[in-house]
């Protein structure tokens, strides 16, 4: 008896031995087709393009699509084109990046027509070098495990931290921080940016930003504000909203703020000079279908460009999306203008003054 | 072992035949035995200075290089290169040049880079650049009204110090990356001073290097020390239970040591809970995130450069001669700083300095057990070239950086010997 | 006898720190591993229960596996070049017959002592220009220049021992300066090259700094893969994967102890 064991051990450690010499071979590469590769930010974001957009697509075109995920920025496509060799194909982007990547050459432009769905999209889904994802939202939220029901529900609320004791989460960037600040301070959305491109506009934000500061952990990506949420880092944090549905999906039950949300659209944007042009039509086509994007926003409440995914999809859904009418008070639409101008000494102003203890 | 004979009788044999011609085979033979030494080092020095050395020329190159505004708008840089720019009003062919530039650029990846350029020297010239490229073309130019177009476009177009930006930039090579690395810009004047009270960033974050670096090497030799000094008298097991402690950690990968001490940190991590449950404590401590947590797990990663060093040292000084001092009657502690102390100096420098280097260029771990105030030079290179794409100032960064660490070993290898700093005997 | 027991106290209190440095050095790491074996994702104690599901997650094929493999990948190929390369330049400097030795000796280390960051940048915008980027040609080649260093070391260390003159004794008996380098040195200061490429692979292994300058979606090595999961959230998954490469440094640790132990007894006897 003991024998046998020790024999089925030494098969069993054979075969182990052998699956890590296997390890050891080099990278298997897939099937025929070129694959092609597509970026996206990470995180449950990608989990949902994953599913509704990325496996259905390489199924039914037997081809294999890689997934990367970065924190934004195009320093990787800019380094791509300038040497040729383009690794990544389709990339999803903000939209002050994309119009900044795209006036540097470093995009491909958009050929309308080419799409077939492009009769059914949002009118504002469309730039020179990108096609719109969807629309995201950053919104505030806090823990119901500290505060039970009666949380900060809007920015001025989030700097009351006599009231709601704790830290709270910013994304370590000035765009959307400074907004952030201004509408704390009680600045309409609408004038907003026109304050914010005066330097008193800037003081004040800056000055805002100083009553918090000490209470303040900076995220940097996505995941960050719920995982922390959920570890007791902060109590109260900005997130992207949704992650905080994804989270909510999962079995927490974090409230979202809508009140003075702030939204823009990402966008799906093709690295110039690749080889995979053609494949890259092909699977923006895929993902601008309305089944494809409904089942895109259950698994994450994005906004969708195609209107009539819109109208296929449950009114419980609709409710949290942040294009709903009832979770529109107060919201600001980013400028991305506005930061193309103002994002170099922004930048600078606020990493001097982030970084200050 | 006897070696001598073989080699030496040869020798003999020569010299007894003919003594001119063996100092020239001596030669002759010496100087093959070197090409030989050269020979296998070739492959190591070419590869080392092909795939490291020229890399770190193109990073000094990139942190002058200043190509944007001479492609993207040729005629108005060479215009504007013979303009005295403090004695002379502008001239007017300089706006019909640009003109033809922006025309000429429009639509083409060299407008982009144009305005993302000027944008570093004043906020808002890219949209300027940008608004002007776009209506010009729409717009019919006569002969001489090139001025009055621009005007009509943008009024900032009278502002002149949007032209002397646009002169600045039009160097072939630029000092504004090396200069903005140590918070100083060239103003309208053409004298250098320092940016902005509130625009100053990279002072700061230099002197946040060197300090954390510096409070990381000391505590890491305040505890080193004793540590390497408590494995040369201990007896051989608690000395290899020493070593194994220390090893570890060193071989185990930075992540996984990394998540580990996040884990044990954090507010409802593994540490915290223990005090609590203890009832030491009501509140989580702060552990993390912050630069207690920075300090404590580099401290945890760096011990080993600063403990071996030492360790080494202490082992090669003579047990007797603490016996001979005390025996001589001599006070311990005494004996220990007159004796024992400064031979072990050579250790203690080697280990320090090697420590320090090391430290000062970090950058992962403050990242993602650091918060925004923690952060050293490093994450500054990384985010330039990463994130925001300025790859002048990641460049002159990284040479403010390599200056420091560089400094630092010429003066390591001119005191310690490259060989002691190595860790060669 | 008033020093004696000053001495004593003396002694207590270094072991007393001895002891506290121990734990502050081994503790995290002996921490989490219970955590890695919990069936539920959060990371603290009580554990709900356990099983081993976060290796399975780890183990079974999807990005960890993958991240492996390309660690494995690029870590055998930069240990070959860096040992050979490594191994040459030790073996010429312990020839001692060139005056630049000292120079040489610093400028070839030079990849140890400047920060990654900076050896990173620079062959991002270089290894850009010629292609080498988003490649596991340019990473094989950019870890080899991290990894030498670390083998020239060893080796030279290693060859201190060795007597050249048994070297050139092989010459004049007749042997060729190849033959003998192959019989007489080579299986002297083997464990010495061999702790080299130790040293060379882990280098490799552990690298995240000048990977994530160079590295393309299809170069994600496992320190990537783990900086990304750490940055964004810590699950039981990465803990996993941390305890299994506590256990590879374990092995390394031993094997390396083993080489230098036999290093040492091979001088001894020859």
């Known amino acids: 008896m003991k024998k046998l064991i020790s024999i089925n051990k030494l098969v069993d450690s054979t075969r182990r031995l052998t699956s890590i010499l296997a390890l050891c071979s080099v990278p298997i590469i897939g099937s025929a087709a070129e694959p092609i590769t597509v970026v996206g930010f990470g995180g449950s974001l990608q989990d949902a393009f994953h599913s509704a957009y990325f496996e259905p697509f390489s199924e039914q075109y037997k081809v294999d699509v890689i997934e990367d995920s970065y924190t934004g920025g195009f320093a990787k496509q800019k380094a791509m084109v300038k040497t040729g060799n383009i690794t990544w194909d389709l990339v999803q982007m903000d939209e002050n990046e994309m119009i900044a990547a795209c006036d540097q050459g470093i995009l491909e432009p958009i050929r309308k027509q080419e799409l077939l769905l492009a009769d059914e999209l949002n009118p504002s889904a469309f730039s020179r070098c990108g096609v719109g994802a969807f629309v995201w939202s950053m919104v505030s939220t806090y823990s119901p495990e500290k505060f039970g029901n009666d949380g900060p529900k809007n920015w001025k609320e989030f700097w009351d931290v006599e009231k709601w004791p704790g830290k709270r989460g910013l994304r370590k960037q000035p765009r959307m921080t400074l907004e952030i600040a201004l509408l704390a301070d009680g600045v309409a959305s609408d004038d907003l940016y026109k304050v914010l491109a005066t330097p008193e506009g800037k003081d004040r934000a800056f000055a805002k930003l100083n009553e918090l500061k000490e209470h303040i952990i900076w995220w940097e990506s996505g995941a960050q504000p719920l995982e922390w949420l959920r570890g007791g880092i902060v109590t109260a944090t900005s997130a992207y909203n949704g992650r905080i549905s994804v989270a909510n999906q999962e079995g927490s039950q974090y409230p979202i703020g809508w009140d003075g949300q702030l939204y823009s659209m990402d966008y799906w944007t093709i690295v110039k000079g690749t080889k995979n042009i053609d494949r890259a039509y092909q699977l923006l086509d895929f993902m601008m279908k309305p089944e494809q994007q409904k089942l895109f926003a259950e698994n994450i409440p994005y906004g969708l460009t195609n209107r009539k995914a819109n109208q296929i999809l449950p009114n419980a859904l609709l409710s949290i999306l942040p294009t709903a009418p009832a979770n529109q008070k107060n919201a600001l639409l980013l400028d991305s203008y506005f930061w193309l101008d103002h994002e170099e000494d922004l930048q600078q102003r606020f990493t001097s003054w982030v970084s200050q203890n | 072992m006897s070696t001598t004979p073989l080699g030496t ?417 | 006898m008033k020093h004696r027991n000053h001495v004593l106290i003396g002694q207590l209190i270094h072991y007393f720190f001895g002891i506290l440095m121990v734990l502050f050095l081994i503790t995290p790491l002996i921490a989490i591993i219970p955590l890695s074996f919990s069936s539920g994702s959060f990371l603290s104690y009580p554990l709900p229960g356990l099983s081993l599901r976060w290796y399975q997650e780890v183990f079974s094929s999807g990005p960890w596996l993958d991240s492996l493999q390309n660690s494995i990948f690029v870590g055998l190929f930069s240990t070959v070049l860096a040992t050979v390369l490594g191994t040459f330049a030790a073996f010429a400097m312990a020839r001692r017959n060139i005056s630049a030795q000292r120079s040489i000796l610093g400028f070839l280390i030079a990849p140890m002592i400047v920060p990654p960051v900076i050896t990173g940048l620079g062959m991002y915008f270089l290894f850009g220009q010629l292609g080498l980027t988003a490649s596991f040609k340019g990473l094989v080649i950019a870890h080899t220049v991290l990894a030498t260093p670390f083998v020239v070391i060893t080796v030279t260390a290693n060859l201190q021992n060795f007597d050249m003159k048994l070297f050139r004794a092989a010459s004049s008996l007749g042997a060729s300066p190849v033959r003998a380098f192959f019989t007489i040195v080579l299986p002297l200061i083997m464990p010495g090259i061999m702790s080299g490429a130790l040293f060379a692979f882990v280098t490799s292994f552990d690298e995240i700094v000048v990977t994530l300058f160079l590295g393309g979606p299809a170069q994600r090595t496992l320190p990537r893969q783990m900086f990304d999961g750490i940055r964004d959230s810590i699950d039981p998954s990465i803990i996993a994967m941390s305890v299994f490469l506590m256990l590879i440094a374990l092995l390394t640790l031993i094997t390396s102890a083993w080489l230098n132990q036999r290093s040492k007894n091979k001088y001894m006897t020859e």
Not at chain 2, 36 to 58: D, Q, R
Not at chain 2, 333 to 339: E, P, Y
Request: positive net charge; glycine residues 6%; aromatic residues 10%.
């Open chain 2, 9 to 425: 009788t040869d020798n003999v044999h020569f010299e007894a035949t003919e003594p001119g011609t063996l100092k020239k085979s001596m030669h002759r033979a010496e100087k093959g035995r070197r090409a030989i030494t050269w020979l296998l080092l070739a492959p190591l020095l070419i590869y080392t200075s092909v795939f490291f050395v020229l890399p770190l020329c193109t990073m000094l190159y990139k942190a002058v290089d200043n190509p944007e505004v001479i492609s993207g708008a040729p005629n108005t840089s060479k215009l504007l290169s013979t303009w005295q720019s403090k004695s002379t009003p502008l001239p007017d062919a300089a706006y019909s040049a640009l003109v033809s530039d922006l025309k000429h650029a429009y639509g083409k990846p060299e407008l982009g880079e144009l305005a993302r350029r000027l944008n570093y020297e004043i906020s808002g010239f890219r949209s300027l650049i940008m608004k002007s490229a776009r209506k010009l073309p729409a717009l019919k130019l006569g002969s001489n009204d090139a001025k009055q177009l621009l005007y009509d476009i943008d009024n900032r177009w009278q502002d002149t110090r949007y032209w002397i930006a646009l002169k600045r930039s039009s160097e072939r090579f630029t000092p504004y990356y090396l200069l903005a690395a140590l918070d100083l810009k060239v103003n309208d004047k053409g004298e250098i001073g320092f940016v902005d009270q509130e625009q100053r960033v990279y002072t700061k974050v230099l002197i946040r290097t060197l300090t954390i670096a510096t409070v990381v090497t000391l505590i890491c030799l305040l505890i080193g020390y004793p540590l390497a000094a408590l494995m040369v008298r201990a007896p051989k097991p608690v000395t290899i239970i020493l070593m194994l402690a220390i090893m570890l950690p060193f071989w185990t990968s930075l992540l996984a040591r990394t998540s580990a001490w996040i884990v044990t940190l954090q507010a409802n991590g593994i540490f915290n809970n223990f005090l609590i449950s203890l009832g030491i404590i009501a509140e989580p401590l702060e552990l993390i995130f912050n630069s207690t947590g920075v300090y404590i797990v580099m401290v945890h990663i760096l011990l080993p450069f600063a403990v071996l060093p030492i360790y080494n040292n202490l082992q090669n000084i003579p047990n007797h001669l603490m016996l001979a001092s005390s025996s001589l009657g001599a006070h311990p502690v005494k004996g220990f700083i007159s004796i024992y102390l400064p031979l072990s100096i050579p250790g203690i420098s080697a280990g320090g300095l090697l420590t320090f280097i090391v430290a000062v260029g970090y950058y992962i771990t403050p990242s993602l057990v650091g918060s925004a105030g923690e952060q050293m030079l490093g994450y500054f290179i990384a985010f330039y070239t990463n994130t925001t794409v300025n790859w002048g100032m990641a460049s002159a960064l990284g040479i403010v950086l390599l200056l420091c660490v560089m400094g630092l070993y010429a003066l390591a290898s001119v005191t310690l010997g490259v060989k002691q700093l190595a860790g060669i005997k």
